[in-house]
């Protein structure tokens, strides 16, 4: 289906489903802090829960380092080893293989 198609009205048609099951004070809360914004609960739930998924995306695409890993690739910048005979073979294989 085309974009357009999938729109209806301005607005992408929701054809796929969530569900929850939720405490009673859950969803009191929800509720409450979707009227605090003015906004519906499916609208807030979905929402903060979009917001929630690009964090945890993000979070995972991040490259994180150990203070030691870290410390190492700064020396490895600062100082790098000099070019060796096995290094130049790499390369060359890299660039014939690749064409680069």
Do not use: C, W
């Not at 048609?13 to 605090?36: D, F, G, M, N, S």
């Not at 807030?44 to 964090?55: G, M, N, W, Y």
Request: hydrophobic share 35%.
């Amino acid at each position: 289906m085309t974009d357009a198609a999938s729109r209806q009205n301005g607005r992408r048609t929701r054809a796929e489903r969530l569900e929850a099951r939720v405490t009673a004070e859950q969803k009191r809360l929800i509720e409450r802090a979707a009227a605090l914004q003015g906004r519906s609960v499916t609208d807030f739930v979905l929402t903060s829960v979009q917001d929630a998924a690009r964090r945890a995306i993000e979070e995972h695409n991040q490259l994180s380092l150990s203070v030691r890993d870290s410390e190492a690739f700064v020396d490895a910048l600062l100082d790098p080893k000099p070019v060796n005979d096995r290094l130049r073979d790499t390369v060359r294989r890299y660039r014939e293989r690749t064409g680069v």
